[in-house]
């Protein structure tokens, strides 16, 4: 079992940043790929970018590829997403999941859950 808790999200301009972080418990999160994905009201959760459970691949959404930046510390149970030059469009809450095998861009695929920070970015 896999328990994730986001935090770091907020209310910024545009052009600004934000690191999310996502701290997990239990022991196989080392042994986890972890993904970053987002949710707009009334849509489903979109793929914003995850990493393999050594940190070795990383794989963006193309409208996330050279602003945001993905990383984990297997060593403090923790991952990150750096979202930088942020507009009004990544206005969403955001959510951090992790599975035991690869990345996939499918929310189905994945195990485990937080319960999501709210990012929103003014104009």
């Known amino acids: 079992q896999v328990q994730l808790v986001e935090s770091g999200g907020g209310l910024v301009q545009a052009g600004a940043s934000l690191r999310l972080s996502c701290v997990a418990s239990?022991?196989?999160?080392?042994?986890?790929?972890v993904g970053w994905f987002r949710k707009d009201p009334g849509t489903e959760r979109e793929f914003v970018a995850g990493?393999?459970?050594?940190?070795?691949?990383?794989y963006y959404a193309d409208s996330y590829k050279g602003r945001f930046t993905i990383s984990r510390d297997n060593a403090k149970n923790m991952a990150y997403l750096q979202m930088d030059s942020l507009t009004p469009e990544d206005t969403a809450v955001y959510y951090c999941a992790a599975r035991f095998a690869t990345i996939v861009v499918v929310p189905a695929l994945w195990d485990y859950w937080g319960q999501g920070t709210q990012v929103t970015v003014s104009a």
């Open positions: 990493i393999s459970w050594n940190g070795g691949d990383t």
């Open positions: 239990g022991s196989s999160f080392k042994q986890n790929a």
